[in-house]
């Protein structure tokens, strides 16, 4: 009932900078709080940023200082500014929320993010 596409990754340079966006379709009424998490090659996938429906966000202690969530409730979507980009950032970004009222977990396919020279 409810979809979610990330789009924006690509491949940059170390202290580059990238903006990744997350658009929910369907039954948007059910989407709430919205997060990213983020799976390297080898590692468990690790929550990256959560934001609230009003707007109130939280970080993950590898990026906070370096990268903001926001979102534009008229859709809904999200976004994750991501800055001064490290190689321990690649990763493959979802976004993910959790249904109000379901609790059914939903999942973007994920866009991949390289940081490399």
């Known amino acids: 009932q409810v979809q979610l596409v990330e789009s924006g990754g690509a491949l940059v340079q170390p202290g580059g900078s990238l903006r990744l966006s997350c658009v929910a379709s369907?039954?948007?009424?059910?989407?709430?709080?919205m997060d990213w998490y983020r799976q390297a090659p080898g590692k468990e996938r690790e929550f990256v940023a959560t934001?609230?429906?009003?707007?109130?966000?939280t970080y993950s202690d590898s990026v906070s200082g370096r990268f903001t969530c926001s979102r534009d409730n008229s859709k809904p979507a999200m976004y994750l500014q991501m800055s001064r980009l490290q190689p321990e950032d690649t990763a493959i970004y979802y976004c993910?929320?959790?249904?109000?009222?379901?609790?059914?977990?939903?999942w973007g396919q994920g866009t991949q993010v390289t940081v490399s020279s």
């Open positions: 934001i609230t429906a009003r707007g109130a966000t």
């Open positions: 993910h929320v959790k249904l109000f009222i379901t609790a059914d977990d939903v």
């Open positions: 369907g039954n948007t009424a059910l989407v709430k709080n």
